[in-house]
Structure formats: structure tokens, C-alpha cells
């Protein structure tokens, strides 16, 4: 059984150039597949509104739908590091609102530390956080509350201009107390530069080979999630398929009425047995 990381691990991992991976998990029976895995990290992250919920984007995500589905995670995967992921205007009015959340959305669920969107702009509110107690990880890059005044889903990062700001977004929450950010759709040279400029883990998506650590979209990556993927997204496994196929097989054999089987069918008491259990067959007296 694999160890879970800490906070410090992250720092040490860093310092030995080790790499790590980054999944998502929204419910308890994908966040304990993933705890049997080899994956390190696990975000519950506010893409479970189109992902779970059916939004068209992050935007309409409430603490309460979080906190809903952080908890099962935390219960699922006792040995994977686990992040809560800070909704759309939970953070961005004042910093004792950002402090207020992140509070709530660690003691309410369990989960081991917060993820906040935003760069220079968030650095007092997020040393405001740490000073209270609340571990942060940044988000930096394409940050998809906000993709809209980005111009939308685009990489960031393609002028010189804008890469020397993402290289001091990512210095500014080093010195506010992030203790890693996420790097998001960015230029893999330009995600090199910035995760040779800070001392914290990068954790990368869409950012090319160079930085500290890996992330996806678990349902992207193992193809359940439908047509759309994005383009530094690989297809590892194709769920979705062989579920389809499963779905399938069980429809025609209902119908051609070849299952359920004797097999897996309960039988009636008869001389000499007890009645089948639930999840067996029948026992001998």
C-alpha cells in the first residue's frame, strides 16, 4: 500500500527532482480506485460542474456542492493527498471571506489543503490564508473561473510579455506561502523557465514535460467523459467504451431473457440446505 504524501513531501520531491501525478475524483468509488493506484494526488476541483453536475462551465459551483463532494472523497482515499478546490466567488470578495471558506471547506470535509485560481492579484489574499493556518496551493496559467477575460479556453503564456507575468505571478505566490501551484495550458518552454525560477513544485496540465508533476482530469484520461478532449489530454484507457459494451450486453441478454441464469438466481430451500445467502450459494447443513 503506498504512503500518503505530505506537505513537506511536496517540497522534498522538488528538491530531488522526483516527479509525481496529479488525478480528479468527485465521488467515493473513483477516489478509491485512484487510492489503489500509484497517483499521489487526488483534486476534487470545481470541473465537477460539467463533469458531475452538467453546467456548461465552473462559474455556478457552490461551497455546498464542494463540500458535498470532497467528503466522499476523503473517505475513499485514505492514502492519497487530497485537494479542495475553492468555487467561483468563495475567495475573490475580501480576504476574510477567502480565509472564512477556507476554513469551512477543511474542517467540514477532511480534505488536506485548498487550490484558488488567480496570480499577483490573489498574493495578499493568499498570505492572509497561510497566516491563518490554511495550506494553499496556487492555480496560475489558464484559470477556467475566469477563462472568459483570458479570451477563453487558450494557452497562456504565448508572448514574451505574458510569460515573464506568469513567471512573476508564480514568484508572488512563493512569497505569499503557496506551497505548489498549478500550471495551466503553457507553453512547455515557457513552463520550464517558470518551474526553474520557483522553489515549489509545479504541478503541470497542458504544460509540457519539464515541470515537477503531471496532472489530468481522471475521467479525460481514461476516455469517460465523451467527444470532447483537449489536446495535451492522452487517452490512456477508454472506459467509456467497454461501458457502453457492458450496458449493452446486459440489455440483450434481458431481453433474450438468458439472464439472470440459474446461477444467479436464488434457490428455494431444500432438504438438506440452507437458504442461499446473498452472496453465495447455497450451504450444506
Keep these: 500500500m503506498k504512503k500518503k504524501m505530505t506537505i513537506m513531501d511536496f517540497k522534498k520531491f522538488k528538491e530531488e527532482g522526483k516527479k509525481f501525478s496529479y488525478v480528479t475524483a468527485y465521488d467515493y468509488t473513483i477516489a478509491s480506485i485512484v487510492n489503489e493506484s500509484e497517483c499521489e494526488v487526488i483534486l476534487v476541483g470545481d470541473s465537477l460542474g460539467m463533469i458531475m453536475l452538467g453546467y ?22 485514505p492514502q492519497t493527498f487530497i485537494i479542495g478546490d475553492m468555487p467561483f466567488g468563495s475567495y475573490n470578495v475580501s480576504k476574510e471571506q477567502a480565509i472564512m471558506n477556507g476554513n469551512r471547506l477543511i474542517k467540514e470535509t477532511g480534505c488536506d489543503c485548498i487550490k484558488l485560481e488567480g496570480g499577483v492579484e490573489m498574493a495578499e489574499t493568499i ?5 491563518a ?19 477563453g479556453f487558450r494557452v497562456q503564456g504565448g508572448t514574451p510579455e505574458s510569460a515573464a507575468q506568469l513567471i512573476e505571478d508564480a ?15 503553457v507553453p512547455k518552454g ?28 481522471t475521467q479525460d484520461l481514461l476516455g469517460m467523459y465523451g467527444e470532447f ?7 490512456f484507457k477508454n472506459i467509456r467504451k467497454e461501458m457502453v459494451e457492458g450496458l449493452n450486453e446486459f440489455h440483450k441478454e434481458t431481453l433474450e431473457g438468458t439472464f439472470p441464469s440459474n446461477e444467479y438466481s436464488f434457490n428455494a430451500k431444500v432438504e438438506g ?10 450451504t450444506s447443513k
Design 133 to 151: 493556518g490554511i495550506p494553499v496551493m496556487g492555480h496560475i496559467g489558464l484559470t477556467p473561473q475566469t477563462a472568459t477575460s483570458l479570451g
Design 56 to 77: 456548461s462551465g465552473t462559474t455556478p459551483v457552490t461551497m455546498d456542492d464542494m463540500v458535498h463532494h470532497i467528503r466522499p472523497v476523503v473517505k475513499g482515499a
Design 229 to 235: 478532449k483537449p489536446k495535451f489530454v492522452k487517452l
Design 127 to 131: 498570505a492572509a490564508m497561510v497566516k
Design 190 to 217: 515557457v513552463a520550464k523557465s517558470l518551474t526553474e525560477a520557483v522553489k515549489i513544485p509545479v504541478l503541470g496540465i497542458g504544460a509540457g514535460p519539464y515541470v515537477d508533476c503531471q496532472v489530468l482530469v
Design 273 to 282: 440446505y440452507e437458504l442461499d445467502t446473498l452472496y453465495g450459494g447455497g
Design 171 to 185: 514568484k508572488a505566490l512563493e512569497k505569499a506561502g503557496c506551497f505548489s501551484l498549478v500550471l495551466e495550458c
